[in-house]
């Protein structure tokens, strides 16, 4: 794999998370356990969309194809989706999906602060612009949190069930492949290891506050980042691709 | 109209009646996302966005488009700049008292914010989101009128 396949392949897998992610966060528009919590979660998602069409702006003009934004989010099929499994799970209900969404989060802020310091120019002010708002989601997830974990007996154990269960999809953001490894040596990429370290206290002081116990060792899931996704986002592209698919090439 | 028979002076005056469309009181050059201007055989406006996802973004190119062809400017250039990042930094001193005016309240580094409407202090947070990313909800303590924040970026 060369310098620019690997940038290319790298940047879609970040734009691939943030579409997959808003998506989720989407579909629950409208059902916000309260009015502030609902604004909340459509802005962030919109963060997300927004960096999403800039990341996918980019990769169509990495990639020298032509392609549009529009092409990669929509006329791609499963397999060529790179985005983590984390990330595509369904909502299931509040607790799941703060959690899918604030071990992402944790993770996510700090990638984006080494991708500031990258060395392709486009990536690196995509992470600049995107950083600063992701330092707000990181934020509004911990509270909430600490709020579930610290609340009622009931908030608690449902939120620690929604920890156990997401735990599994956790090791494949740190898993380091040959795209990581390029991106990496040849562009000063993110270092998955130092990123785990510090995703890994984060997560730890958080997690404690909300009076939760941290997840063990265990056998940890893997295969979005090679396309080798589970059976949930198959159903999620069929809904989002739906009106491209059956009018090729419609535009507002 | 002759290419270069405007000035750059003149075609900021003409985007300083470009609104944002999310908060029209204040325009274009007032909110600080107006990067660079030059003129030459037409005329080259380079804009940044607020927020990555801010739905705005293609309005704002839009009405830019359309106000300096009003004015017979026939070659334009729209840039879309990302770095450096915006930052509510460059919301002008005019622009914060026109938030100020029209019930938001600008943003500020101190904690203490103070109300649109009363000036009092003793306002709270209801929460970091409102009607748009950039905004947060707050409301007074004393006459109790909720109003938003322009939040720091």
Redesign the interface.
Known sequence: MNREQALLAYTLRLADNALILSQRMVEVVAAGPEL??E??NA??A??????A??LYTHAGHLEGRGRSEDDFAFMRDEHEFRNLLLLEQPNGHFGDALVRQYLFEAFYLHLLESLTQCAD?GL???A???V??VK?HL??CSKWLIRLGDGTELSHERVQTSLDEAWRYTGEMFEVDEVDEVMQSEYAGPDLVAIRALWQSEVTATVAEATLTLPGEQWMASGGKRGQHSEHLGFLLAEMQYLQRSFPGATW | MVAGSYSREQVLEWLAKVPDPEIPVLSILDLGIVRDVSVDEGVTVSLT?T?????ATEAIESSVLQALKRHGVDEIEIRRV??????TDWITEEGRRKLLEYGIAPPSTSPDIACPQCKSLNTEL????????CKA?RRCCDCLEPFEYFKC?
């Not at chain 1, 919109?46 to 960096?51: A, P, R, V």
């Open positions: 502030e919590e604004l909340a802005n962030l919109l963060d997300f969309i927004g960096q069409r800039m120019p690196a002010d995509i600049a612009r995107a600063k708002e707000y934020r509004h | 966005p927020y990555s996802g801010c739905p990302l770095a450096p990042a915006w930052t209801v929460s970091e989101f409102g009607s748009t990313a909800s970026l």
